[in-house]
């Protein structure tokens, strides 16, 4: 069975500080995709990455960091000098190709709260 | 502005009304889904098309009826909708539905149901 946990429901940092949302995931599957969603208040899921299995390398995007660790089934995201635009809900999702027809497997989702 | 275009953005009905909720895509893809999302609940995903023919049905209840006249516009047919139904409905699409690609899913901004 494949399973995505985001064991974080809230986090509530400051302004600046940097924050790192946390996503497990399981699979029997040897090729599979990760992916990071941002839905902000107004409801609209905001795709930000796609990883896929073979690719371990860690990913820059400005403010925005995932490291990729098959040993532990970890796809964290970390955003670095947090702003108040960061405030949304994360939802961490995974993928196979050959299983489910490449169904999107969601995690809970993590609120994340930037206070200024 | 997204590709994904959702109306209306919330709806409120009687259990008894039938209401539609429309999706339009404005991205060239070949594929289109309807997911709910419930409070504190992961996305659930709900109906696939893929080339305007249904390919996933998730044992969703046939008060919720979908159509897909062509690959770019969707629909979501509601008919005696119960009080558990309130919940955000999310449409989504992408350039195809299964392949090694797992192209990622762009999002419409959901229509926000109350079933009074």
């Known amino acids: 069975a494949q399973k995505v946990t985001q064991a974080q429901t809230e986090i509530s940092v400051v302004e600046k500080e940097d924050v790192t949302l946390d996503c497990v995931y399981e699979?029997?599957?040897?090729?599979?995709?990760l992916f990071w969603y941002k839905q902000p208040p107004s409801g609209e899921l905001v795709f930000l990455i796609r990883?896929?299995?073979?690719?371990?390398q860690n990913e820059i995007s400005g403010r925005y960091s995932w490291n990729f660790q098959k040993s532990t089934s970890s796809f964290n995201f970390t955003i670095t000098a947090s702003q108040v635009v960061d405030s949304a809900v994360y939802f961490c999702?995974?993928?196979?190709?050959?299983?489910?027809?490449?169904?999107?497997?969601f995690g809970q989702g993590t609120e994340l709260s930037v206070k200024p | 502005e997204t590709g994904v275009t959702q109306t209306p953005r919330h709806l409120v009905m009687g259990m008894t009304n039938k209401k539609s909720l429309k999706c339009e895509q404005h991205?060239?893809?070949?594929?289109m889904y309807w997911y709910k999302q419930s409070a504190k609940k992961p996305l659930e995903l709900m109906f696939v098309?893929?080339?305007?023919?249904?390919?996933e049905n998730n044992s969703v209840p046939s008060r919720f009826s979908p159509e897909c006249p062509n690959s770019s516009h969707l629909f979501l047919h509601l008919h005696t909708l119960q009080p558990e139904d309130s919940a955000l409905y999310l449409c989504?699409?992408?350039?195809?539905?299964?392949?090694?690609?797992?192209?990622?899913?762009?999002f419409g901004d959901g229509t926000r149901l109350s079933i009074l």
């Open positions: 989504a699409s992408s350039q195809d539905w299964a392949g090694v690609l797992n192209q990622p899913q762009h």
């Open positions: 699979t029997r599957d040897t090729t599979y995709y």
């Open positions: 990883r896929n299995s073979f690719d371990e």
């Open positions: 999702a995974l993928s196979s190709p050959y299983n489910q027809g490449g169904k999107l497997i």
């Open positions: 991205l060239g893809h070949n594929a």
């Open positions: 098309y893929s080339l305007e023919e249904r390919v």
